[in-house]
């Protein structure tokens, strides 16, 4: 198992390397297009920085061939600690759009203020959010683990915003609706900045929306009927899918990089033996050993559900999507 550490440098040293690509991209397009003003987008293609890459392939979508996207985030990168290099950090200046989630990563959020104020695109303010750690659609239950005391006496929705520096759960393309308007509202963006290319924008974001919608109605309609309703997962990313499909998450920390104190662990052991959990769910970023020691203990076994915060390793945002469906169903029995 990889130290934190070891991740942190592992991290920074990716980091480096999508300075050094977006670096690469930048002096392309100036070579292109000649000497172009800061941001603009005249005479070229607007170049769109995704932070991570649920919004990258989101992008990509929507941008089609109308546009550049470039990724900060590495496949294979867990993206909440991400950091960000100096030279990836300044050429943000010269980016048409960044694409981002104020709340995932903390070194985005701050690089975007002090770098690209006037072109960020925060999703999180496009979208209705929820309250961190209240996405499990059970919050009358008061004092259930989803709303753990996790060693530090606080809430995790409190520990959360302490950390990202916001008080929402930020995993909001977890939930297709939502996800689905993002995408309408980045291709009235991109319409309204390249006018000259504003039908084939908003033509693609119409039929990403669609796709996303159709994906919405297969999870309600497959989540409609399940013999349980608790997700158990490693970290809370799943609010949304959660919230929307009727279902209650137990996170065992809500940071991917924080070890759970025993009295957490403790606390979601007990309500998964409560409501009769037969599956802990890991993740492929995230170690799954805590999960493995907490199944044994429960009786249950450990299934993959990703959180889609990087890219998968085949396929794309929909086929993921639909994978957690498939791994859901079983877990939960749903008919
Ligand atoms: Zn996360």
Not at 103 to 113: I, L, N, S
Not at 249 to 263: C, K, L, M, N, Y
Not at 282 to 307: F, I, M, R, Y
Request: hydrophobic share 35%; aromatic share 4%; net charge negative.
């Amino acid at each position: 198992m990889m130290s934190d550490s070891s991740r942190r440098i592992r991290m920074r040293v990716t980091g480096l390397l999508a300075g050094a690509t977006l670096l690469t991209a930048a002096g392309c397009g100036t070579g292109a297009e000649g000497s172009t003003g800061s941001g603009g987008t005249e005479g070229g293609r607007p170049e769109i920085t995704a932070a991570m890459y649920p919004l990258q392939w989101l992008a990509e979508q929507v941008g089609g061939s109308d546009a550049t996207v470039t990724g900060l985030t590495k496949p294979g990168v867990e993206p909440h600690d991400l950091e960000l290099s100096p030279q990836v950090v300044a050429g943000l200046e010269s980016t048409s759009l960044v694409v981002y989630i104020k709340g995932v990563q903390p070194a985005v959020d701050e690089a975007v203020e002090q770098h690209a104020a006037d072109r960020g695109f925060d999703a999180a303010t496009m979208v209705t959010t929820l309250p961190a750690g209240q996405g499990q659609g059970h919050e009358e239950e008061g004092g259930h683990a989803g709303e753990p005391g996790d060693g530090h006496g606080d809430e995790a929705g409190d520990e959360h915003g302490d950390e990202h520096g916001v008080s929402y759960d930020p995993h909001l393309w977890l939930d297709p609706s939502r996800f689905a308007t993002v995408a309408t509202k980045l291709g009235e963006k991109l319409a309204a900045a390249d006018p000259a290319h504003a039908q084939g924008y908003k033509d693609r974001a119409a039929k990403l929306s669609a796709d996303l919608t159709a994906l919405d109605k297969e999870l309600a309609s497959g989540l409609a009927n399940c013999g349980s309703d608790a997700m158990v997962t490693s970290h809370e990313a799943f609010g949304y899918l959660a919230n929307r499909y009727g279902l209650h998450q137990i996170g065992i920390s809500v940071d991917p990089d924080a070890e759970p104190s025993p009295a957490r662990l403790a606390e979601v052991s007990e309500v998964a033996k409560r409501e009769k959990v037969t599956t802990i769910f890991t993740e492929t970023l995230v170690s799954p050993k805590v999960a493995e020691v907490l199944a044994q203990e429960v009786g249950a076994t450990t299934a993959v559900l990703d959180p889609i915060e990087s890219q998968p390793a085949t396929g794309d945002y929909l086929s993921a999507m639909r994978q957690n469906l498939t791994t859901l169903k079983a877990a939960l029995s749903c008919s």
